[in-house]
């Protein structure tokens, strides 16, 4: 589906607030991100979502957590000229690296002309778009993000649905159940020896393929596949860049950087045994839930 002539989409607004009051801290570093989790938009790990999404020629796409905009790149080069692509993420510093990385990618492609992209800072579980966009997308996608839903994972699903067209198709790979196994379970523990509640802080949902249908049915949508698949994750940074990047302004977001560091590296040394191999190279097991479905008619 394309926009009708003359007319371009547009975000309601360069920013929605998490809670609908105010804006959280921005605790992503898109710096970070890119030297600790490249692997995330790697091809090697997203091909598989990105084929089951299959874009097309000329389609409207919502890219639902865009992160630093390399898959969003990619999405704009696939639907082309004619297409169009809404990145949506809840951090204003990744979602402004994504512009630059898009404007970067499109000056590089001038034999093969991008789709026009346009970004938005929000909370997926809460989207709020315009009028003129509500039921115009032809496809959601969504890759490592769904799993930081965990306040309202409903309302991230019902998000996708009322962006989307009848018959419109979501295709989204996330954390699922058994995922960062060990790592999550250290980092509970480090944090009750300091009488801390972790569960107060964690960030994550890593639903099952059972709990996730449920949820997926109850927001309108028809599950054509689901799995969860295991996959060996490299951690170019080890495993205390990981942490750094992904659990210390969560988890440890109320600590100061001292007790935070201590906990990373109690952490860190509690699963050498597990996640680092003989001549040192980091790795966690990844379980991702994988799935494709479309809404209701």
Known sequence: MTAPTGTTFQPTAASQPADGATQPKDGWSAA???KAASFVYSSAFTSPVMNLLAPQAGERILDLGCGTGELTATLARAVGPEGYI???DASANMVDKARDVVAASRAEATDAPMALADFLVADAQMLQLSTEQLGT???V????TLHWCSRDPLGALQSAARALRPGGRFAVEMGGMGNCIGVRAAI???LRRRGRDPAAVDPWFFPSVEEYSTLLARAGFTIREIILVPRV??????LAGWLQMFAKHSFMGDLDDAEAEEIIAEVTEA?????RDREGRWSMMYVRLRFLAAKEE
Not at 141 to 144: G, T
Not at 233 to 238: D, M, N, R, S, Y
Not at 271 to 275: H, K, N, R, T, V
């Open 32 to 34: 970070l991100y890119g």
């Open 86 to 88: 809404l990145g949506v």
């Open 137 to 139: 997308f032809d496809a």
């Open 141 to 144: 996608f969504s890759n490592a």
């Open 188 to 190: 509970h523990a480090a």
């Open 233 to 238: 994750t490299p951690l170019p940074e080890g």
């Open 271 to 275: 699963m050498a045994m597990d996640c």
